[in-house]
């Protein structure tokens, strides 16, 4: 039986009754307080050791320890750390338009292991792209198999679309297609590529140290920990890439009237600075695919294609497109019908504010000097008792700036910002960062982020399309010679459709050309 054949049996078969029965763990009781759970591997007179979660070791003095209890705990099973979960997601691009749609799911497995599969769709023209991407592991979270699927088709010549420009349930022709398998085998990854010109196997090195990036992803988000620039094998991109994955952070944002705690789950290494932000039901508010560029937003299996064409922008603009801010996070949000050259952003969690607003007063020539010290008036006016604590230069963007540091009190609340101003063209710019000085901590990053990638351009105002879309949006593909081999191969299916919804159809969706 193949690979393939397995992975369709694992993730398709039903739980079966019994579940592994979890190793018991060690407990040492310190003289503090503190109760470690672990395994014991030294405890001698003067010292004791134990290994607790991922390897790490931790010793102390026999002074400081009250009590050893060994196999007094039950370790959790990586099935209690790892809920099962399905969720639907519509993808939007820089302009805010949705370009396609994707599915993801946990799912637990017989053998107390658990699968990540990813299932997304878009379409370029007449053009359909799928892609799956399947990860399991053991009962232990250690990797076992990752599969990848990308499909490209088009209608054959002749097909009659349906209404609305909508290719789907015609005949269609396979224009290129591949499949990636990939199978741990003790100190050995085995890799297996099915493609149009046939099947190729290599073999690479492999440790316990290693995984695949939709596990790492994973366990972070699921433990609120963090996996620190592992290597992992990309079926994707079919070679090992270091990436590092953290879910520690906790920030506060307004939802539905209320200020909550929401998780933010952060992926660097291998491409664009990506981000996940999850609720305390374990819900993604919005996921960064390729960074702010390609942002996937939850939507109901019904909805998810049928919302192609709405609009729900990562890149913000003033009304007279002069200027732009990329939105950090979910806490983030616009403030609506600003004239031209006036452009806000509100954090409602903390009463938080970011401005990026042209000055009109000021004579064409005026120095950036003379610039600064209108802004410093300016806001004294409208803050009586503000006090420039910090006047320094620097760069907004590409841009060489002047940033005046500000602290004032609204009522009995400490408040803080940071105005910095720019040339613009004829005139100057001023970008103003305000908040609660008790949010500042919280905030700071959110504010380094807008500063740096505040967008002058109005091309830049229209960006490329980053990630699978860059790859496949761009011209058209030569066309194959014969039919992919791979097309034969069986699909594997979608995460199933909750009650009461109705699997989404494949639908055509605009893809920008950018700028």
């Not at 991109?237 to 307004?254: C, F, K, N």
């Not at 009304?319 to 509100?346: C, E, H, I, S």
């Not at 010290?373 to 006090?387: I, Y």
Request: some cysteine; glycine content about 8%; proline content about 7%.
């Amino acid at each position: 039986m193949t690979l393939l054949g397995l992975l369709l049996i694992a993730c398709c078969q039903d739980p079966a009754p019994s579940a592994p029965v979890p190793t018991p763990l060690d407990v040492v009781e310190l003289k503090n307080g503190d109760v470690l759970h672990g395994r014991v591997l030294v405890a001698i007179d003067g010292f004791v050791e134990i290994e607790i979660e991922a390897g790490a070791r931790v010793g102390f003095p026999s002074a400081q320890v009250a009590a050893i209890r060994r196999g007094a705990a039950v370790a959790p099973s990586v099935q209690t750390i790892v809920a099962p979960r399905r969720e639907w997601f519509v993808v939007h691009d820089a302009a805010g338009v949705a370009v396609g749609w994707l599915a993801s799911a946990v799912v637990h497995r017989p053998d107390g292991g658990f699968a990540v599969q990813e299932e997304y769709e878009f379409h370029a023209g007449e053009r359909r792209f799928q892609v799956t991407s399947l990860a399991t592991a053991d009962s232990g979270g250690a990797p076992v198999s990752a599969y990848f699927r990308e499909r490209v088709t088009e209608p054959t010549l002749g097909a009659v679309p349906l209404a609305g420009g909508d290719f789907a349930g015609q005949q269609v022709r396979v224009v290129d297609e591949r499949i990636v398998e990939a199978e741990c085998r003790g100190d050995a990854l085995v890799v297996t590529r099915l493609d149009r010109h046939g099947r190729r196997e290599r073999t690479l090195p492999w440790s316990t140290a290693n995984s695949f990036p939709l596990l790492a992803r994973t366990l972070a988000r699921a433990r609120r920990g963090s996996v620190a620039r592992a290597e992992l094998f990309d079926p994707a991109t079919e070679e090992l890439v270091r990436r590092s994955y953290d879910g520690r952070r906790q920030r506060s944002i307004a939802q539905d009237g209320k200020i909550v705690q929401i998780t933010e789950l952060t992926e660097t290494g291998g491409g664009p600075r990506n981000h996940e932000w999850v609720d305390a039901n374990a819900r993604t508010l919005r996921r960064e695919l390729a960074g702010p560029a390609l942002v996937a937003v939850p939507a109901n299996a019904a909805s998810a294609v049928a919302v192609c064409g709405a609009v729900a922008p990562a890149l913000v603009s003033d009304a007279g497109n002069a200027f732009g801010l990329w939105l950090p996070n979910p806490a983030w949000t616009p403030v609506a019908d600003l004239p031209a050259g006036n452009l806000a952003l509100q954090c409602e969690a903390h009463g938080a504010s970011v401005t990026l607003t042209q000055i009109d007063h000021l004579e064409p020539d005026a120095s950036l000097e003379s610039a600064v010290d209108a802004v410093a008036n300016a806001f004294r006016l409208v803050h009586p008792g503000a006090r420039i604590v910090e006047r320094r230069h620097g760069r907004l963007r590409d841009c060489a700036s002047a940033q005046l540091a500000v602290i004032w009190k609204q009522g009995k609340e400490p408040m803080r910002a940071t105005l910095d101003v720019t040339a613009l063209g004829d005139a100057h710019v001023v970008f103003n960062c305000a908040a609660p000085e008790r949010a500042w901590e919280e905030l700071a990053a959110d504010f380094d982020f807008l500063r740096a990638g505040v967008e002058f351009a109005p091309q830049a105002l229209q960006p490329r399309l980053q990630g699978p879309l860059a790859k496949k949006g761009a011209g058209k593909a030569a066309p194959a010679k014969d039919a992919a081999p791979a097309a034969a191969e069986r699909p594997l299916p979608l995460p199933a459709t909750p009650a009461g919804e109705s699997a989404p159809r494949a639908k055509t969706v605009r893809i920008p050309t950018g700028g």
